[in-house]
């Protein structure tokens, strides 16, 4: 399995802008697809953003989308979420995952990221 550990998190108020990184080792991203998804407390992990092996395709949950960007660079084995125009309701731990191909259940998981907006 490929092993992930995100970065970037942090605190910022609402309206500002993050960015994470999630670096892999062990194989290459190159064949897998990759999501972000967050866990606020008490609530369930949830789904953020996904992208295509290719990269060519994103995905975005509802809450999200037009604020986030997620993409790869698989020379250096990382995607990113770019993060604009925070909100409170964004405060949670921020949570990379990998998957071999475009299909089935994400595997590999990274330990997590931060992200606290203050209003």
């Known amino acids: 399995q490929v092993e992930l550990v995100e970065s970037g998190g942090g605190l910022v108020q609402a309206g500002g802008s993050l960015r994470l990184s999630c670096a892999a080792s062990g194989r290459t991203v190159s064949r897998y697809s990759m999501g972000w998804f967050r866990q606020a407390p008490g609530k369930e992990r949830e789904f953020v953003a996904r992208?295509?092996?290719?990269?060519?395709?994103?995905y975005y949950d509802d809450s999200v989308k037009g604020r986030f960007t997620m993409s790869r660079d698989n020379a250096k084995n990382t995607v990113f979420l770019q993060m604009n125009s925070l909100k409170p309701e964004d405060t949670a731990v921020y949570y990379c995952?990998?998957?071999?191909?475009?299909?089935?259940?994400?595997?590999?998981w990274g330990q997590g990221t931060q992200v606290t907006v203050s209003s």
């Open positions: 992208i295509s092996v290719s990269g060519s395709s994103t």
């Open positions: 995952a990998a998957r071999l191909g475009d299909l089935g259940n994400f595997a590999s």
